[in-house]
């Protein structure tokens, strides 16, 4: 047999080949459910109820709203909670401005008592909180002044606590945004939408 047909008969092979290799390849990627990939598993082993003991985090029984509108409301998967503000554990909240009465770090712990807060409120709405899927978004609103210019920093004490509690799930998108007042003169004010299991 000559050589050229020998490389001939190769490009032959090849070229049926190639094509039953890649349709092989698409295929183990789908699955029965008309080409979609898999969910992802909800239960990631992440126990949001331990890790706040873990951390020594109590939850706080979250006061009635002093005006026409609720604490958290649920719409089929998505919670959707209220602005809360930085409530301590023995009472009382961090009050302020940011670059006048505090100093980053004290920001940064009362948007973390102000997760507290929200996670109460939370559980309170949806029972456990090993029911959250995702913390979906927050927005977070400091009490600063003109002149400063570390919100974020500020709210990675919420974010922070959300990664701490949740795991992955406890990331999100949010915002972090400046202003010249908020109510009672708090140091911070966040809401936040989450979703949670059926």
Do not use: W
């Given at each position: 047999?000559?050589l050229?047909t020998?490389v ?6 090849l070229s049926l ?10 295929s183990?990627e ?11 598993a ?9 890790n ?11 006061n ?7 604490k958290a409301?649920?719409?089929g998967?998505l919670?959707?909670?209220a ?8 009472g009382?909240?961090v ?5 006048e009465d ?12 102000t997760?507290i807060?929200?996670l ?5 709405e ?9 913390i979906?978004?927050?927005?977070g ?11 974020s ?8 606590l959300?990664v ?18 908020l ?9 936040m939408?989450?979703?949670?299991e059926?």
């Amino acid at each position: 047999m000559k050589l050229t047909t020998k490389v001939t008969m190769q490009k032959v092979l090849l070229s049926l080949l190639v094509p039953m290799l890649l349709a092989t390849a698409c295929s183990s990627e789908k699955t029965e459910t008309n080409g979609q990939k898999p969910p992802i598993a909800i239960n990631d082993g992440v126990d949001a109820e331990a890790n706040l003991k873990k951390l020594g985090i109590t939850l706080i029984m979250p006061n009635a709203p002093t005006a026409n509108y609720l604490k958290a409301k649920r719409s089929g998967n998505l919670v959707y909670l209220a602005g809360h503000g930085p409530d301590r554990p023995e009472g009382g909240q961090v009050i302020g401005r940011l670059g006048e009465d505090l100093e980053l770090e004290a920001g940064y712990e009362a948007a973390r008592f102000t997760g507290i807060s929200l996670l109460s409120s939370l559980k309170a709405e949806i029972g456990d909180l090993n029911k959250v899927k995702s913390i979906v978004r927050a927005q977070g609103m400091v009490n600063a002044t003109a002149e400063f210019k570390n919100h974020s920093q500020v709210i990675n004490g919420f974010s922070d606590l959300m990664v701490e509690v949740f795991g992955e799930k406890g990331k999100h998108a949010r915002a972090a945004i400046g202003m010249s007042s908020l109510p009672n003169n708090i140091a911070v004010e966040i809401d936040m939408i989450v979703e949670v299991e059926d």
